[in-house]
């Protein structure tokens, strides 16, 4: 089933949905999803400053694949900052702790 997702009330109204479907109580649901109950509350309720990043890993903890469908027109653009992004990683490699008895 595919939904159009504009808003975090949309996403809220889907885990929501999906949480008492499988008849899952919000406290042990964010137990097991590692987020606080708070958070939870906050995303089923449509709180707008809900954090996109807890939300999207969330969704896709829970097996629903988030998508963005973009204009043709806007994938030269696209492609043109996904390839600076790329360039940028590889110039500033990721760092190693070094051991405190070193």
Do not use: Y
Request: charged fraction near 25%; aromatic fraction near 2%; glycine fraction near 4%.
């Amino acid at each position: 089933m595919k939904i159009p997702l504009s808003t975090v009330e949309d996403a809220g109204l889907v885990i929501r949905a999906m949480r008492k479907h499988n008849g899952i109580r919000i406290d042990d649901f964010a137990l097991t999803a590692k987020v606080s109950r708070q958070l939870m509350t906050d995303l089923e309720n449509g709180k707008p400053t809900v954090q996109m990043g807890r939300v999207l890993l969330l969704l896709q903890n829970m097996g629903v694949r988030v998508t963005l469908e973009l204009p043709d027109a806007v994938a030269p653009a696209l492609a043109l900052e996904q390839d600076k992004r790329k360039r940028r990683r590889a110039s500033f490699p990721p760092t190693t702790s070094v051991p405190a008895d070193a």
